[in-house]
């Protein structure tokens, strides 16, 4: 399968990486072709690792992820052809988190609405799947770093692209998939960013970080 990322940062590169080792083709996609940290990323990658601008990775991915910082994630759709997202599982991994203000950072979108919502709204030829985004980036591609048993949302309206994001999920290691339903659910997972955070901060670390619910 190819892979197109959008976003270049920790999150991106991890998915990246993880989808490679998969056996996937992946294209690491920023504002800019020759991007210093995707060049980085795809100088240790080895050959199935390819990079371009956002563009050329949804024009690459037959599946297509949205890494990108909240804040520029609608632009950056923007910026790409709508026929190369029209029937494209597109999953989302970003949360609308503002820094503007320092630490810990708000939400630019919350309560009526979410990022997720957003991008399905404005991008109706898309099929957008809410996934990833309430955990560290390395727990996303190594579910074992936090020991026993927990948790990963998912929300989407399509549900064979869920059911292919369940089955991604499965080859990252994942055990308990939960699905929240439609996309509107995208505002329960990114509202729980500030307890997300807060507990970073009070743990001093996010790598053992995650959710796990409990039921009767």
Same mark, same amino acid.
């Given at each position: ?10 999150? %991106? !590169?991890? /998915? ?11 294209? *690491?996609? $920023?504002?800019?072709?020759? +991007? ?24 690459? %991915? !037959?599946? /297509? ?11 950056? *759709?923007? $910026?790409?052809?709508?026929? +190369? ?132």
């Amino acid at each position: 399968m190819k892979y197109g990322v959008l976003g270049t940062g920790m999150v %991106g !590169q991890a /998915l990246g990486t993880k989808l490679l080792k998969l056996g996937h083709e992946v294209m *690491l996609g $920023s504002r800019v072709q020759e +991007h210093q940290g995707a060049q980085d990323w795809k100088a240790k990658s080895g050959g199935g690792a390819k990079i371009g601008d956002f563009r050329d990775a949804a024009v690459f %991915g !037959q599946i /297509l992820l949205n890494c990108t910082q909240g804040a520029i994630t609608l632009d950056a *759709l923007r $910026s790409i052809d709508r026929k +190369h997202l029209a029937g494209k599982l597109l999953i989302d991994v970003a949360n609308p988190l503002d820094f503007s203000r320092g630490n810990p950072p708000t939400l630019t979108i919350c309560n009526t609405d979410s990022l997720g919502e957003s991008i399905q709204r404005e991008f109706t030829e898309a099929k957008v799947v809410k996934a990833f985004n309430t955990v560290n980036c390395q727990v996303m591609v190594d579910p074992g770093r936090v020991k026993g048993e927990h948790d990963i949302f998912i929300c989407g309206n399509d549900s064979e692209s869920k059911n292919a994001v369940k089955e991604l999920l499965r080859d990252f290691g994942w055990k308990s998939i939960i699905d929240l339903g439609d996309i509107t659910n995208a505002r329960a997972t990114e509202q729980l960013m500030p307890i997300w955070i807060r507990l970073w901060t009070q743990f001093g670390t996010a790598d053992f970080i995650n959710f796990k619910i409990v039921r009767n």
